[in-house]
């Protein structure tokens, strides 16, 4: 297939490998020159302000030949039951320029912009265009890019679309291996205390089972989490935090033979990533450091992470990433709502904005984590699955990937977490099939 443009930019190239090789599965050549587009017999549209006669014809704006960063004024309207912005006139093969739009969620240009950030330094999902209209619920992305291939089916009867095939993903992140094992004299006595000062007998009771050896970690969840992703046929990713102790970094030190032979099990099992710290954005010496530890302790390169507390700085974290050889990231989701912060249900590249320039590490955004339902939502777990089936479809009419982000303690079936561990097998369940 040939697109015509008036000019090819970097922008626009990004969009159309999206949209065609990735999403639909073929390939689309652009041209500038109006004499190849007239003698080329193949199917061809044209991407431009205005048409060059009467081809099929995707009226554009100008955010994809434009460079730099600049404040966009977007309105979002309803058509044919869901979102569009970036409108284009009556001649327009849509009403809106599905590339432009689709750029502007999966570049993040908003989080660019001036915004507000949370107590954690993070962008907030009410601050998104997608949260604020509506539609974060909603892979808008991959539903423009099927616009546009029926649009050119109509057009080209004989042309076909491979397309991809949906997925689902689970990926558990490590904050806390163990409730109370391999935490060393001086935090096991601190929590002691903690509970004293609490008059929490029950968790004096239970750290000191535990620590006997008369009763099981209740963190200890991974027995049952190999059992669930041999039954359903899983593909797993693991993120585990290796970052020094601190207020919010309190996993085990990475010392702990342990640890290190948990680290190692879980890696015979899946996919083992990083689960870079709750400091390393701002000290990227930290980063590097947590990288090699996991890497020395699995003796091969790690190539995954994602950020704890979901801490991403655009284009910051992702250049400290790409530095360290990391290729695939899986931090692109909201902490206090569910969906999708690109718009999108499907890998992609990060495209840099401030250097303007694709980069290869591969973004993989999730749509649901545990932590959002139970403490932002406040979703008590017998309504879990009315709020995360809708998703699940959703990604499904798109042949998307849906990507679930739990973590093992949430799976110990106790106390706050008690009716979680059901909630994710049937959340499995209902995705793997």
Not at 101 to 129: M, N
Not at 234 to 241: G, P, S, V
Not at 246 to 266: A, C, M, Y
Not at 374 to 389: F, L, Q, S, T
Request: aromatic share 14%; with cysteine; hydrophobic share 35%.
């Amino acid at each position: 297939m040939l697109a015509y443009t008036h000019k090819i930019s970097p922008r626009n190239r990004y969009m159309f490998r999206l949209f065609f090789q990735e999403l639909l599965g073929t390939n689309c050549s652009l041209t500038e020159s109006k004499a190849e587009f007239d003698e080329y017999e193949g199917p061809k549209f044209s991407y431009s302000p205005s048409a060059l006669g009467e081809e099929l014809h995707f009226e554009s704006v100008p955010l994809l030949f434009e460079s730099g960063i600049k404040e966009q004024h977007v309105t979002v309207s309803d058509w044919k039951g869901g979102k569009i912005f970036f409108p284009t006139g009556k001649k327009s093969a849509l009403p809106f320029d599905p590339f432009a739009a689709s750029f502007y969620l999966v570049s993040r240009y908003e989080e660019y912009l001036p915004h507000i950030r949370d107590s954690h330094d993070r962008f907030d999902a009410k601050e998104s265009l997608a949260w604020k209209n509506g539609f974060l619920t909603i892979p808008v992305v991959n539903q423009w890019a099927l616009m546009v291939a029926e649009v050119l089916q109509k057009h080209f009867p004989g042309l076909v679309f491979p397309g991809q095939k949906y997925a689902y993903v689970s990926t558990i992140d490590i904050d806390n291996a163990y409730a109370y094992r391999e935490k060393g004299m001086m935090r096991t006595l601190g929590g002691y205390l903690k509970d004293l000062l609490k008059f929490d007998f029950t968790n004096i009771n239970d750290r000191t089972k535990v620590l006997l050896g008369l009763k099981k970690d209740p963190y200890d969840t991974y027995d049952f989490q190999f059992a669930i992703q041999k039954k359903y046929k899983l593909k797993t990713l693991y993120f585990f935090l290796v970052g020094d102790y601190g207020l919010n970094d309190k996993n085990l030190p990475i010392e702990s033979r342990k640890f290190q032979s948990l680290i190692k099990t879980v890696g015979d099992y899946a996919e083992v990533g990083v689960h870079p710290s709750y400091g390393s954005n701002e000290y990227p010496e930290r980063l590097k450091r947590e990288v090699s530890r996991l890497g020395n302790v699995l003796h091969r390169e790690v190539t995954n992470s994602r950020q704890h507390f979901l801490k991403l700085s655009f284009p910051d974290t992702y250049r400290n990433l790409i530095d360290l050889d990391i290729t695939d990231d899986h931090t692109m989701g909201f902490a206090n709502e569910i969906g999708f912060r690109a718009g999108i249900c499907s890998a992609f590249n990060f495209y840099d904005l401030d250097q303007e320039v694709e980069t290869k590490l591969r973004i993989h955004p999730f749509a649901i984590m545990d932590a959002t339902l139970k403490y932002y939502m406040k979703v008590p777990p017998e309504r879990a699955i009315e709020v995360i089936g809708p998703l699940i479809e959703e990604v499904r009419k798109v042949n998307g990937t849906f990507v679930s982000l739990w973590h093992n303690e949430s799976l110990c079936n106790e106390k706050q977490w008690e009716g979680w561990l059901k909630v994710y097998e049937e959340m499995t369940k209902l995705a793997a099939n």
